[in-house]
């Protein structure tokens, strides 16, 4: 799935211009020193420095880079979660969904209440919603927790909805970052089957976040490297990810 040179070009799905994201860093000051030294607490941290890329529809692009990188705060600012400080994200007009653990449903909502909410910040109507419930409800294997508040839920329980929501609200492009394997063995040999579906769809687009270099070789048409929160490296999977390992071993 790597070669590139004899696949016909494709519109691009998603065109990422010059892109940097900024935190603010907030430390433990007191209200006297945030009133009259204001200067002394507004440090902010580059998490992302001026990257441009593409990816043409049908694509699948495997982000790696070590802890810290900026590789997550890139996927969640190309998923709209939010925006970039400057530089700019065109998905043409294309749906898009996050596929990520540790995105929060509300606490007091049942299960099948924040799907359905989850469905509509996707752009489904509550009528579709409603239509892929029942595959939602037998795919995340929680029974009747789903009339429950999702407060009431164990981590694996979440996750498994989490992932289910995403993956039967099938969207244009899909972004996925860490989350190849979710929940007990057997659930975790059913998402990556599903995942790989998803993923293996040539008329889907797909960015991945992931450490695990064996997936990323076998799925992705190209990688990008990011380190420190500047593009190191862009291009063929096998190429990037030997001087990935290289770097990481050295």
């Known amino acids: 799935m790597t070669g590139e040179a004899n696949k016909e070009r494709r519109p691009n799905a998603i065109d990422v211009n010059d892109v940097s994201i900024s935190y603010r860093i907030l430390n433990n ?13 507004n440090e902010s941290f580059e998490a992302v420095k001026h990257v441009s890329f593409s990816v043409e529809e049908g694509g699948i692009l495997g982000i790696i880079g070590k802890n810290g990188s900026g590789k997550s705060t ?35 909502l049942t299960g099948r209440a924040n799907a359905i909410l989850s469905g509509m910040l996707l752009g489904f109507s509550e009528k579709e919603v409603q239509k892929l419930m029942p595959a ?15 407060r009431t839920y164990s981590s694996g329980m979440h996750s498994k909805l989490a992932f289910a929501i995403t993956a039967m609200l099938e969207t244009d492009i899909m972004l996925v970052d860490e989350v190849l394997s979710v929940g007990d063995e057997n659930f975790r040999i059913k998402s990556m089957n599903k995942m790989r579906d998803l993923i293996l769809d040539k008329d889907r687009t797909v960015v991945i976040v ?11 048409h190209r990688v990008l490297w990011i380190h420190d929160g500047e593009m190191r490296e862009i291009g063929d999977p096998n190429t990037v990810l030997d001087h990935y390992v290289d770097f990481m071993n050295g």
């Open 29 to 41: 000051v007191s209200l006297r020193k945030t009133l009259f030294h204001p200067k002394e607490i």
């Open 74 to 108: 890139l996927l969640r600012s190309i998923a709209g979660v939010f925006s970039p400080n400057s530089g700019s994200i065109d998905l043409h007009d294309h749906s898009v969904s996050l596929m990520a653990l540790g995105i929060g449903f509300k606490e007091e």
């Open 136 to 150: 939602i409800i037998e795919f995340a294997e929680i029974g009747e927790f789903i009339d429950r508040p999702v």
């Open 210 to 220: 992931s450490h695990d270099i064996p997936t990323m070789r076998e799925l992705c």
